[in-house]
């Protein structure tokens, strides 16, 4: 066949190598923003969420039809996930329909010189085919900032007080990757493609990592690769949802097998946060998340989010 009639990857194969084709529109749940992170180590940060489709796991099974019925690893299921509905539906977004986006609402500057965080989130935004999108599109926005400010150099544009304020020498380097993005998981995910979003994508990865009380059995909840995998980014946070006291003697069987007694400097990236949808329901278990993170020396957090405005998603 000539060369002029052939296709991209038929031309690569005769070439003797698969061409990648990458994406050029991403699917998201829903996108939304400025608003400020409600939870977590970066709480009250000015950020745009960027929600992706589809999760490997299903807490308080669908619609928290699990709640108050013994989970698989024979405990009582105490939460459900609060945005199943939501990470189910979305629309997909040509990547500069997403550029556009962020210009229309006036964040675009902000966000590419890191004063608004992205938070990847989901769903679960680590499996394969989120992660692929959604690098591709981090790509296709640093080409279009670069190409709108050529002769700029992009780290002099980062705010230097948001640098200082994460602190540690180790934490530098990732956190001048701009954007600057958050990565949401639940740590149940690993392979190659997590190596390139993290060290080359994500300043800081939340890992929320799940209890019996998810109503998730343990062998899809701890997944030692996964946890390595994390662990090895300068930044990342281990956070638990609580509802009891018995909930930190889980934390550290399941946990500290593959991170807290192997790794002891990990305890202190652990947050507890109260579980809960509602106000009432946070009040409830507030108290408890509090008296374990003072007793066990580790972080608290609370849920902004639902105490400002009843709801956890979209705000
Ligand atoms: S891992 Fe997160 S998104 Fe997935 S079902 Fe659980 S709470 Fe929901």
Known sequence: MEDKLMTGPERAMKRG??????????????????VLQGEGFSAGVPSIFMRQSGCNFICGHHNGNGVGK??????????????EVVWKSGKTWQFSEVVDWLK???????VMTGHTHIIQTGGEPTMT?????????????????????????????????NIKHYGTP?????????????????????GPHLDKLFTEYVSQINCSAKLANSGMPY?????????????KHPNHWWKFVVSHERDWTE?????????????PEEMQRIIVMPAG???????????????????????????????VWEMATGK
């Open 17 to 34: 190598r698969p061409e990648t084709i990458k994406p050029t529109s991403i699917h998201f749940a829903e996108m939304f923003g400025p």
């Open 70 to 83: 013994i989970g698989p690893d024979g405990k009582e299921i105490t939460w459900w996930c609060d945005t």
């Open 104 to 110: 229309e609402i006036g964040e675009w500057d902000r």
């Open 129 to 161: 085919a989120n992660a692929e999108a959604f690098m591709a599109l981090i790509d296709y926005m640093r080409k279009v900032w670069k190409e709108e400010y050529s002769g700029i150099i992009l780290e002099k544009m980062a705010p230097s007080s």
């Open 170 to 190: 180790d934490t530098l380097p990732i956190m001048s990757l701009l954007p600057r993005v958050e990565t949401e998981t639940n740590g149940s995910v690993h």
């Open 219 to 231: 062998s899809m909840r701890v997944r030692p690769e996964a946890l390595e995998q994390i662990r």
């Open 251 to 263: 934390i550290m069987e399941d946990y500290g097998p593959d991170l807290f007694h192997k790794y």
């Open 277 to 307: 949808s509602t106000t009432p329901e946070l009040n409830e278990t507030s108290q408890v998340a509090w008296n374990m993170a003072v007793e066990h020396n580790v972080r608290f957090c609370d849920r902004y989010q639902v105490r």
